[in-house]
């Protein structure tokens, strides 16, 4: 009998001990998405007093910049609007960690999702075409007559906008101004060049200081090639989406261009992105053609100091339609459908990103940010002169090229089409194959890839 | 007494496991069946749908998903033997009489057991970078005169994966045949011994057939854990040069968080891993007899 009862009691304990564990995960959980609009974080809603604040949740991924810029943000309406009562609360994530959680909670049915979220406007066709419905059209609430207009048409699809545009990649060449005087060359001979031209100036420097003259990532070489397909205002896919790969003569020149610089030998091909900072900061390199953000990694190498130089990027001579300037990546913010405080979302995005130059001034200052709101750019925050590049105003620089940058369309398969690239310009380089081969390969997968 | 606890404690036990079974019924049936149902869904203007077998006709099309599937035949082909062998090397080693400091040897060897995959992985993509260890040392000893770029090579790519991984699991292998061979009854080698057997012959006829369903165990273990490779792979080639060493996990990563999102192409590509994992143990346990 004794026995019986300590049985049924440990029984007990332990079917007990399982609902315990269970309360416990949904409650953490309802706190997680007290703002996501789960039943449960209604309900946890509901019971508060009306005195209290609303939380927008905000996920970003770099703690020094974006993540930094969002906090900045808060601030800034804090002081301005004091009877908005809302907090905000900014998440720091990893890049990969805010892509898959969000894809995660948006296939789930949008439980655990913020209110606010940072992405990519490489993968905005991507989470638009997947999620329709699932974040909210911003076209009437934001004067995008404002805003640099290749911007607002990577977050447009279908004539609606769905973002509120953020930093660019505005590309540039930077160079060592030591190395290539060495090599007989100046300032003036890197302004608005071709790419035939840089490869014949490469091909000096590489001799006379035994450095090479630019570095790429072996393993993906893309960010040279978009940037050169961009600046000819041509991309993987048509303006109506239809992959643009086999006749596309920006392709088929970037592709000439780069096989010419490794024959020449004055490509240096980095196996990862540290290699590729470390060669720059050691000196192994001489040039990179990368957006705004990478100057940082550039700024590691103290000693370099006044040595760098900043220019437009040089321009396909193949293509008529290119010029000197391009963009590689950058990101905007969206605001989530299914958010329980998406009103007080968008008004927060209106109060501080739209009309607030003092704001991106701030933001230039402290965390190096470029916005993509054009009013900012005449402020006297971009007549800086920066030591690291000779005394050079950079930011000037910046604000030159992004208004001529040619919209694209990026589709919603960027990342397909870099992998099909990438394993082309592999077959390309081991020599399994030719320019117009490799090309038709990278159409071939990408067909596959796509199911076209 | 028995028999009147009987029918009560049989109720109990029901209770006991109810908490392990609840769990493996949320957290391993359930997906299981879902990811099931969903190989045969297709992703429709944000919704799925009932496609058929739409998932499996794309995938005989799908060039880069055969390639992986090759790349991952080719690893299992050629590490799994290698990696058994040497186990089963180290293993008879470290249980010789006249072995000294065993215990230093036993956890040198299972040492690289103990190491996350992605940190094993990062120092493996370092040694053979450019400015690694291993072209330093080639270079000191004139046998290379440049630092060789091994992972943009698709074969040395592939080689480096199967060595890293040789490194990682062989000792792993190794702890399970050194407790099998202390298993062993010693009278079997001493009675092998009087008939007259060279070690040689002892250790093909007396400890191997005694070693098989070990044998059978480990490889069983081996396939699987090579068709399920993934953390290398990303880690240390992200697939490349030219998707040569990419393998199907990784693969069923692209489809589902890098490339635009197909959960369901990626859940037909798991299950017929899955069923080629089937296929290969009903192999297995074929060629080592039904005995076992």
Redesign the interface.
């Given at each position: 009998m004794k026995r019986k009862s300590i049985a049924i009691i440990m029984a007990a304990v332990l079917v007990m001990s399982l609902f315990v564990g269970c309360g416990k995960a949904k409650t953490e959980n309802s706190k997680e998405n007290s703002a996501a609009g789960t039943e449960a974080g209604k309900t946890a809603e509901e019971g508060k007093t009306s005195g209290e604040a609303k939380t927008i949740t905000v996920w970003a991924w770099d703690d020094k910049f974006n993540v930094a810029v969002m906090k900045e943000a808060a601030e800034v309406y804090a002081e301005s609007n004091p009877d908005a009562n809302v907090k905000i609360d900014v998440v720091s994530l990893s890049k990969e960690d805010v892509y898959v959680k969000l894809q995660t909670a948006l296939a789930g049915g949008g439980s655990g999702i913020p209110d606010i979220v940072l992405l990519e406007d490489y993968v905005s066709g991507k989470y638009l075409n997947t999620f329709p419905g699932d974040f909210v059209d911003l076209t009437d609430k934001f004067d995008y007559s404002q805003f640099l207009p290749f911007k607002v048409n990577a977050v447009t699809q279908n004539g609606k906008v769905y973002a509120v545009p953020f930093d660019t990649g505005a590309t540039a060449l930077y160079y060592r101004i030591d190395l290539i005087e060495k090599a007989g060359y100046t300032e003036e001979d890197m302004q608005n060049l071709t790419w035939d031209e840089f490869i014949e100036i490469g091909k000096d420097v590489t001799e006379k200081t035994g450095v090479q003259m630019i570095v790429e990532i072996a393993n993906n070489k893309t960010t040279l090639i978009r940037s050169m397909m961009q600046s000819c205002g041509l991309w993987y896919y048509d303006m109506d989406g239809n992959i643009n790969i086999k006749n596309n003569e920006a392709l088929k020149a970037a592709f000439e261009t780069i096989l010419k610089m490794k024959q020449a030998g004055i490509l240096f091909e980095a196996e990862s992105t540290e290699g590729r900072a470390g060669a720059l900061n050691s000196g192994t390199v001489a040039s990179v053609v990368n957006a705004p953000w990478f100057i940082s990694s550039l700024r590691q190498a103290e000693d370099q100091k006044g040595q760098w130089r900043a220019a437009r990027i040089p321009r396909l001579s193949q293509v008529s339609s290119s010029i000197n300037a391009s963009n590689v990546g950058g990101s905007s913010w969206y605001v989530l459908e299914k958010s329980k405080v998406k009103d007080d979302a968008i008004a927060f995005m209106q109060g501080v990103w739209q009309g607030n130059t003092d704001f991106y001034d701030t933001i230039l200052l402290n965390q190096g940010a470029m916005g993509s709101y054009i009013p900012g750019y005449a402020t006297d925050a971009y007549k800086a002169e920066d030591e690291f590049f000779g005394g050079q105003k950079l930011n000037g620089l910046f604000t030159e090229v992004l208004p001529e940058v040619i919209p694209v369309n990026y589709g919603g398969y960027v990342a397909e089409a870099n992998d099909a690239i990438t394993t082309a310009l592999s077959n390309l380089f081991e020599g399994k194959t030719d320019v117009n081969g490799a090309l038709e390969q990278a159409e071939e997968q990408l067909a596959n890839q796509l199911g076209r | 007494m028995k028999r009147k606890?009987g029918p009560?404690?049989n109720w109990?036990g029901w209770?006991?496991i109810?908490?392990a079974f609840?769990l493996y019924l949320i957290f391993t049936i359930y997906p299981a069946g879902a990811s099931l149902m969903l190989a045969f869904q297709g992703?429709d203007?944000?919704k799925y749908v009932f496609t058929g077998l739409n998932n499996f006709k794309?995938m005989l099309?799908?060039?880069?998903f055969l390639q992986s599937l090759k790349n991952t035949f080719f690893y299992l082909i050629i590490q799994v033997p290698v990696m058994l062998v040497m186990a089963l090397s180290i293993a008879t080693l470290l249980n010789s009489k006249v072995l000294k400091w065993k215990g230093f040897f036993r956890t040198s060897i299972f040492l690289p057991c103990v190491t996350s995959l992605v940190a094993y992985s990062i120092l493996f993509?370092m040694m053979f970078?450019?400015d690694g260890i291993v072209n330093q040392i080639l270079i000191h000893f004139g046998i290379l005169d440049a630092p060789y770029?091994y992972?943009?090579?698709?074969g040395w790519a592939r080689a480096v994966i199967i060595i890293a991984m040789l490194w990682r699991w062989t000792g792993y292998n190794v702890i399970f045949y050194l407790s099998a061979l202390q298993n062993i009854p010693k009278e079997t080698f001493e009675a092998a011994k009087v008939d007259g057997a060279n070690a040689f012959y002892v250790f093909f006829k007396v400890t191997i057939p005694q070693l098989k369903p070990i044998i059978l165990l480990t490889t069983i273990m081996s396939t699987n854990g090579t068709l399920q490779l993934f953390d290398e792979t990303m880690n240390i080639?992200?697939g490349?040069?030219?998707?040569s060493t990419m393998t199907v996990s990784h693969y069923i990563y692209?489809q589902s968080?890098?490339?635009?999102?197909n959960?369901g192409y990626a859940s037909a590509i798991s299950y017929v891993v899955v069923f080629i994992m089937i296929i290969l143990a009903i192999i297995q346990f074929g060629v080592a007899g039904k005995d076992n």
């Open positions: - | 606890a009560n404690y109990y209770i006991f109810s908490t609840l992703m203007g944000g794309r099309g799908d060039t880069i993509k970078s450019m770029q992972l943009q090579n698709s080639t992200q490349g040069p030219a998707n692209n968080f890098v490339y635009a999102p959960f």
